[in-house]
């Protein structure tokens, strides 16, 4: 089954360039586009698309609202949101990821790049431009000056095995390779991340990775090894 992916911008140009790759590659159907946050959200209910490419510039509410207002409507299944943006700064890049995005790229991505990202998002698993993935480790090392080993409260309060969890989450590791890694079943896995995100009170795994290298949990995940 095709992947259904709806592309949103501000720019005909923009929006028309997405859509000529995504359609050109076989396994990925562009269903509609669109430049207006608010047409995103009736297309999004009509026509259920898998992955929703968007900007953060659109026309009525911005891509950062469209994402927040999709999480609250509780699709079922929710489309993957990925997001692109010019401004890769600290506060635009946390904005984005506790909005609830599966994929964050900047606006130079190139096409195997988004390509990835739309097989990816499809999954349910996160992809970060590497411009992004460095500025997210910037602000965390940045951040983070509580001394080595030192947790959160709340992040101490987790079991080692849910720390465990959540440490490759964050690496980036799909459901499979978690459970691989950790010599445990899938269904185990996602038991543990579903007592993750109602323990920590976190909507998606996007979420999940932000918090783990807030908290301490990915320092002292490098430090005990």
Known sequence: M???????DQLPVVRNGISAILASEEGIRVIDSTDSGIHAMMIARTRRPHVIITS????????????KRLH???????PQ???FTMDDSDEVISAVLHAGVTGLLVKEVDRAELVSAVHSAAQGQMMLAPRVAERLVNWFRRQDSRPEGQLQPVAAALTPRERQVLS???KGLSTEQVAIDLAIGIATVRTHVYRLRNKLELKDRAQLVSFAYRSGVMQ?????R
Not at 56 to 67: H, P, Q, T
Not at 72 to 78: L, T, V
Not at 220 to 224: F, G, I, L, Q, R
């Open 72 to 78: 609250e409507e509780k699709f079922s299944p929710a």
């Open 56 to 67: 953060l510039d659109l026309v009525g509410i911005s891509g950062l609202e469209m994402v």
């Open 168 to 170: 490759l989450i964050a």
């Open 220 to 224: 002292m995940s490098a430090s005990a």
């Open 81 to 83: 949101v990925v997001a």
């Open 2 to 8: 095709p992947i259904d992916v709806l592309v949103c």
